[in-house]
């Protein structure tokens, strides 16, 4: 079964702060995709990055930063000095055939001025 | 560039009644994809279609259909509508597995269209 985790339903931080945020994968696949999505109020699903199952380099993209472990089935992303626009709810998600996406529960960010 | 058109933004219907909702996807994109995402909720995959065939189903009511037609244009119809049907609905388009770009993202949604079900 595929599965995501985000453990962490809601965070609120201060702007300027950084924040990471939490998922946890499960596959049995042994090629697989993960991606980030933000949605903002107005609802538009976002594509932040995608990463597949045999590049574990981390990513970092100006603010922005991942850290891909398969050690730990982990796929972290944390926003360094956070900005009240990075106000959002963050999809972590699954593909293992470059198809269909499973997305997790995802996080709701508040960044507070 | 073109991005995934959907149709309309906003529907408000009543209980029992009948919605169609409509998706055109990226020229030259051969599948598309409908997920349902409930108030506070993740999306939720629930058909897709490769070559105007049906590909995969995952958690679509038996009250819901959907079709992919000669121009790969989609349409999602839902009939008896019931409150919790009220949501965002999400069309994505992708092109064929041998042109999905390796840093992006395979799916491109569309701005979904809101549902609103009384």
């Known amino acids: 079964a595929q599965k995501v985790t985000q453990a962490q339903t809601e965070i609120s931080v201060v702007e300027k702060e950084d924040v990471t945020l939490d998922c946890v994968y499960e596959?049995?696949?042994?090629?697989?995709?993960l991606f980030w999505y933000k949605q903002p109020p107005s609802g538009e699903l976002v594509f932040l990055i995608r990463?597949?199952?045999?590049?574990?380099q981390n990513e970092i993209s100006g603010r922005y930063s991942w850290n891909f472990q398969k050690s730990t089935s982990s796929f972290n992303f944390t926003i360094t000095a956070s900005q009240v626009v990075d106000s959002a709810v963050y999809f972590c998600?699954?593909?293992?055939?470059?198809?269909?996406?499973?997305f997790g529960k995802g996080t709701r960010l508040h960044i507070l001025p | 560039a073109a991005g995934v058109i959907q149709s309309p933004r906003h529907l408000i219907k009543e209980k029992r009644e009948t919605a169609t909702l409509k998706c055109y996807p990226i020229?030259?994109?051969?599948?598309v994809y409908w997920y349902q995402q409930g108030p506070g909720q993740d999306p939720q995959f629930l058909i897709s279609?490769?070559?105007?065939?049906?590909?995969d189903k995952g958690s679509i009511p038996d009250r819901f259909s959907a079709q992919q037609f000669s121009d790969y244009h989609s349409e999602l119809n839902m009939s008896s509508l019931e409150l919790g049907d009220s949501a965002l609905y999400f069309c994505?388009?992708?092109?064929?597995?041998?042109?999905?770009?390796?840093?992006?993202?395979?799916?491109?949604f569309g701005n979904g269209t809101r549902l609103t079900v009384t």
């Open positions: 279609f490769y070559e105007k065939m049906q590909s």
């Open positions: 998600a699954l593909s293992f055939r470059d198809d269909k996406i499973i």
């Open positions: 990463r597949n199952s045999f590049d574990e």
């Open positions: 020229p030259r994109h051969d599948t």
């Open positions: 994505a388009s992708s092109p064929q597995t041998a042109l999905r770009p390796g840093p992006n993202s395979p799916l491109h």
């Open positions: 596959t049995r696949d042994t090629t697989y995709y």
